[in-house]
């Protein structure tokens, strides 16, 4: 009887070591809720977009700026910005319900800003809304063009962003470009490579 009942303590630890039964995401896989993160189909499908009306560069998917494939976000980063028509944006909706721990990691860049004539600054940041939009739950700044200056940005660049205090819930995933005056100068900024990933592993 003592035998038999260590052989079944022994299975159900070895059950419990090989994770049996959970539904929990395998760490370090990215998890598979991005529609077209890489912009590979050559267009924004999967992607909620919002444009200037009049943008110094059409918001587009293209060869400039790809890290992943031949295709990824490109934007002027100005235009007739202004109140009420002052965000450029790509934004996709997912669904996190049961997922306890979650990471944005993207490849951006801002090669330049030629902001010299701006009195605001244009800011690119992650912005985590309910799905379908809404009020911000969780927001981020990833990059800064100070109004009144000239910058120059390095090369493109990979962030990961820990949204796990805003899982467990369906989301809105949005990139977003601030631009909040009318053609104070050109710049340019790159969007690529958009995953989510576990971020409780190295």
Known sequence: MLRMIQMVAGMAMLSLAMGCGSSSPIPGVPLPSLVNGSFETGDFTGWVTQDLTDPLAPLAVGPSGATDGVSGV?????????????SIFVA????LTGIASAAVRFDWAVPFCDVDLAGLDRVFSLVIEPAGGGTPLFSQ????????AFTLGGPV?????????VAGQPIRIKFLWFVPEDFTGPAEAFLDDVVLIDPLVP
């Open 141 to 148: 700044a990833i990059h800064t063009c100070p109004g009144g």
């Open 92 to 95: 996709q909706d997912v669904d």
């Open 74 to 86: 490109q934007t002027g980063f100005d235009g007739n910005g202004g109140p009420g028509n002052d």
């Open 157 to 165: 660049d990979n962030a990961v962003i820990d949204i796990s205090s």
